[in-house]
């Protein structure tokens, strides 16, 4: 992790939890005026309170470290709201349908943000039978490449991991298909809506 829990996302919590610094100390079984030292920095929690600080608070180690707390309103976990996570540092590709907090390596992720297709990330679709054959014109070297595409509709996904010194195409059942992600390894997530396929 970039950072240990804080004494600022500590006061936070309690106080959106409506605990008092005594409260939380007996809930932690330490006294109060570690609880206090811990919000006024001059002292930080012993690493093995991290589980039961986490617990008190209903939340993640993660979210803990962070200083972010993740509300999920995505309840209907439509895939159009996908999000999609890449570790910068062994390139694990991950999906949620909605807000969470996700490391690998001990890096903290944020979700990609997508642009629209580029001139420089084109991508072409084509239409036989009942999939979508698509092309990305992109170099494929080992240092610059198309990681995956991902093909969204309403209710699934499909994802097609491809490789260095391979080729920038796949093929994607059009069951419903909405709208399909890129993800350059260089220049980051792309999408184009294919509705005008």
Same mark, same amino acid.
């Given at each position: 992790m970039?950072q240990?829990?804080?004494?600022?996302?500590?006061?936070?919590?309690?106080?959106?939890?409506?605990?008092?610094?005594?409260?939380?100390?007996?809930?932690?079984?330490?006294s109060?005026?570690?609880?206090?030292?811990?919000?006024t920095?001059?002292?930080?929690?012993?690493i093995?309170? *991290?589980?039961?600080?986490?617990?008190?608070?209903?939340?993640?180690?993660?979210?803990?470290?962070?200083?972010?707390?993740?509300?999920?309103?995505?309840?209907?976990?439509?895939?159009?709201?996908?999000?999609?996570?890449?570790?910068?540092v062994?390139?694990?590709?991950?999906?949620?349908?909605?807000?969470?907090t996700?490391?690998?390596?001990?890096?903290?992720?944020?979700?990609?943000?997508?642009?629209?297709?580029?001139?420089?990330?084109?991508i072409?679709?084509?239409?036989?039978?009942?999939?979508?054959?698509?092309?990305?014109?992109?170099?494929?070297?080992?240092?610059?490449?198309?990681?995956?595409?991902?093909? *969204?509709?309403?209710?699934?996904?499909?994802?097609?991991?491809l490789?260095?010194?391979?080729?920038a195409?796949?093929?994607l059942?059009?069951?419903?298909?909405?709208?399909?992600?890129?993800?350059?390894?260089?220049?980051?997530?792309?999408y184009?809506?294919?509705?005008?396929?």
């Open positions: 970039n240990y829990v804080t004494g600022a996302v500590i006061k936070e919590l309690r106080e959106k939890n409506n605990l008092t610094q005594s409260e939380l100390a007996m809930i932690l079984n330490v109060d005026k570690a609880v206090s030292k811990w919000e920095a001059k002292g930080y929690p012993d093995s309170l *991290l589980e039961p600080i986490a617990s008190a608070f209903k939340i993640s180690i993660t979210e803990l470290l962070s200083g972010n707390a993740i509300t999920n309103m995505n309840v209907s976990a439509n895939m159009l709201r996908s999000q999609f996570y890449v570790c910068p062994c390139g694990n590709v991950i999906h949620s349908m909605g807000e969470m996700i490391s690998c390596h001990g890096v903290q992720l944020l979700p990609e943000q997508a642009e629209l297709s580029d001139d420089n990330h084109m072409l679709i084509e239409k036989i039978e009942d999939e979508y054959y698509v092309q990305i014109d992109h170099e494929m070297t080992k240092n610059h490449y198309i990681s995956f595409v991902a093909a *969204l509709s309403s209710d699934g996904m499909q994802i097609i991991k490789y260095p010194e391979g080729r195409e796949s093929r059942k059009i069951r419903g298909v909405k709208r399909i992600y890129y993800f350059c390894n260089r220049d980051g997530l792309y184009i809506d294919v509705s005008a396929y």
